[in-house]
């Protein structure tokens, strides 16, 4: 007889079952969401009901009415302007940072890349207040200048951070045979090294856009009439008559949901390169 | 085409010295190969040819033009390195073409240059092909053909094909040959691999500790080191060294239990501390000869080209010789051999050849 020299094969039952609680968990961190816009949709007497009702039929009404309101539109430009205005700057000047620390290698790199994260370990509530005051006597209050370079500010330890990485893993003899070739430094900045790490810009530009679109307190306290984003909207609409406006704050949440989905799902195949941080290293 | 001068060139990194003091020319239209063990500042020298590293003392020309300050996009070089520099996402005659552009030079010439190259290299049936595709070999012999297409005066290597698999390696050093046979340009090459500089080198200039100790063509340097480092960095297996305890000094003349003659050195003998004897200068016969010094055969094994190589015992000294492939296979325990005088470098105490 002959011996068995493999182990017989595993039964497909355990990895089943790993499926299936992977879709569960899944779909449990879904529920919110879900939540959210199946609201929107209803029709305003199913919304706050017991038992909660989920067979009903869709309506636009609460999104039309939410749209009529006059400032939705304002906050939706407003939230677009400052957010994505914030964060192409604090890429282009990361990309800049990340490019000098990582080919340049300046004394202490190691301390100044720490110190620049660092100013991400206090919370906000400690110093919203002394922001508030100097934004105030700057007259950068309810500016977009003064929330974009803020939010830029916020947004660029952390893409220097990852745009290292990624640019640590391409070798400079990328820049050197451009130096050969005769290019300028910004010829190899932007032409040769930037197209090398899109990943990262990618990786970057969502995870900042995920940060700004969504805070809130900073855009409350030095934003205004001006510049309230959509948080600030959703916040100070969804309790103006008194009591709390479920229709109002299932369709805004619905409309400012959507351009993430996109914007994520448009990169999403950067985006995976992007989560491991350029670790697959080009030279030997 | 211009020759490059170097005059007294120091490069220090805080406190280590990589290159020290280096005045050297390496003659135009001709290969140059800067060879040395790891850390003997050859890669740090050919740097500063480049100029992607700026000498903290000393000067480099290009012929008669001082470039030492010259920034490295003016200076009319190419390089290639040792990790393939490759462009993804396009082809390979994209890849051969891209520095091209910039020089506006007509279709019909663009297309010469690229096939030019890509026919000596043979990388003609891949032309088409993205680079992604291919292998570390290949991907570095598009790094220089685009080198060679440029036409540039220098052209620098730097271990061009160390980190390539073994098949590849051999057959790039091939089309490298070819490739400089045809070429006008003065030409430095970096490697640690000395077999990669007797196969390529019209000179070789040996470096160790930031030091050029010695510069000739590849036999010369190989027949007659100039100290026992050349002796031992060469050649595979390196120079045989025999210690004092086996030299026996009287006045001029100088005799030895390896060998049966008397060598007379004149003014010389009083400085001789040790001798070097290649593995292939020791004669080998299995019969007794009578002037033959006898030897134990410890070990045997066969190497390339179907010659052996022997590990023997004269006495206590241990030697290594290479032999043909009949004497080799005839040699049982105990064979005889000699040295002759020619084969015979003497050393001083500070490992300098006399």
Known sequence: MAETIFKPKRKSGPIKF????????????????????????????????????????????????????????????????????????????????????????????????????????????????????????????????????????????????????????????????????????????????????????????????????????FNFQLGGARTFGIPVGLFTGSTKGGAIDWAYVASIGTLYVLPLIIVIYAFQKYLLVGLTFGTVRGEV | MYDIRLENVTKKFGDFTAVDDITFTIPKSSVTVLLGPSGCGKTTLMRMVAGLETPTSGKVFFGEHEVTNVPTKRRNIGMVFQYPVIYRGTSVRKNLELPLLSEKLSKAELDKRIDEVAEILDLT?????????????????????????????????????????????????????????????????????????????????????GVITQSDSPKEIYEKPNSQFAGWFLGNPGMNFVPPEFIKVSGSKITSPLFTQTIDLGSKASSVDTFGVRAEGISVTSSQAKDGVQARVTRKSIGAGGQYLLDLAVGSLLIKARVSHS????????????????????????????
Do not use: C
């Open chain 2, 125 to 209: 049936s891949v032309l088409k092909r993205q680079v992604e595709e291919l292998d570390n070999g290949t991907r570095q012999k598009i790094a220089v053909g685009r080198e060679v297409a440029r036409q540039p005066r220098i052209i620098l290597f730097d271990e061009p094909i160390t980190n390539i698999d073994l098949t590849s390696k051999l057959e790039l050093k091939r089309s490298m040959k070819e490739l400089f046979g045809r070429l006008q340009q003065t030409i430095v090459y970096v490697t640690h691999d000395q077999t990669e500089a007797m196969t390529l080198a019209d000179q070789i200039a040996l470096m160790q500790d």
């Open chain 1, 18 to 217: 790993a499926t299936i609680g992977a879709w569960s968990i899944a779909l449990l961190f879904f529920l919110p969401v879900a939540w959210i816009f199946s609201t929107a949709f209803k029709p305003k007497d199913s919304i706050v009901v017991s038992p909660p009702v989920f067979i009903f039929r869709p309506t636009l009404d609460n999104i039309t009415e939410a749209l009529s309101f006059d400032n939705t539109f304002d906050y939706f430009t407003h939230s677009i302007v400052y957010s994505f205005g914030s964060v192409i700057i604090a890429i282009l000047v990361s990309y800049l940072a990340a490019y000098s620390f990582s080919r340049y290698k300046p004394a202490g790199t190691d301390f100044l890349m720490f110190l620049l994260l660092s100013t991400r370990f206090v919370p906000a509530a400690a110093f919203v207040v002394p922001y508030f005051q100097l934004f105030n006597l700057l007259k950068l209050k309810d500016t977009y200048i003064g929330l974009i370079a803020f939010y830029a500010m916020f947004s660029i330890p952390f893409s220097v951070w990852i745009l290292k990485g990624f640019l640590d893993g391409i070798s400079q003899r990328f820049d050197e045979t451009g130096l050969v070739y005769g290019a300028s430094r910004w010829h190899i900045m932007f032409k040769v090294i930037l197209p090398q790490v899109k990943p990262g810009l990618v990786a970057s530009f969502v995870f900042n856009i995920l940060f700004v679109w969504n805070e809130f307190l």
């Open chain 2, 327 to 354: 004497i080799g296979r005839d040699a049982k325990d105990s064979v005889w051999t000699n040295i002759a005088s020619e084969n015979i470098t003497f050393f001083d105490k500070a490992g300098k050849a006399l």
